[in-house]
Nanobody, 123 residues
């Protein structure tokens, strides 16, 4: 099971951390990722991390501003978002997937399990 928390409304330039509580069999998946989606657009991969932390992925537009981390034996996965802009406004989803060859995919169709989402609004 994946349960997101920590979304909210902030001003441009501020920071926010969203978290995903990971439980049950979803802990066994090699890749944990954050996606975001705005109405009318496809869900896009924002960041991903491999189970041992050896590989991370970031969407070009968030590189240098967002970090992804996991703790407590992958019971929690966090997305720290700094210097937020209005373009970061979206519903953010946590996802779990198998990955491949030691890498995590950025496309949403590679992920099997999803949380319910948490809204991030930047104005």
């Amino acid at each position: 099971q994946l349960v997101e928390s920590g979304g909210g409304s902030v001003q441009a330039g501020e920071s926010l951390r969203v978290s995903c509580a990971v439980s049950g069999y979803t802990k066994n998946y090699k890749c944990m990722a954050w996606f975001r989606q705005v109405p009318g657009k496809e869900r896009e991969g924002v960041a991903a991390i491999y189970s041992d932390g050896s590989m991370t992925y970031f969407l070009d537009s968030v590189k240098g501003r967002f970090t992804i981390s996991q703790e407590n034996a992958r019971s929690s996965v966090h997305l720290q978002m700094n210097n937020l802009t209005p373009d970061d406004t979206a519903m953010y989803y946590c996802a779990a997937g198998a990955g491949g060859g030691g890498n995590c995919y950025k496309e949403h169709f590679h992920y099997n399990y999803w949380g319910q989402g948490t809204q991030v609004t930047v104005s």
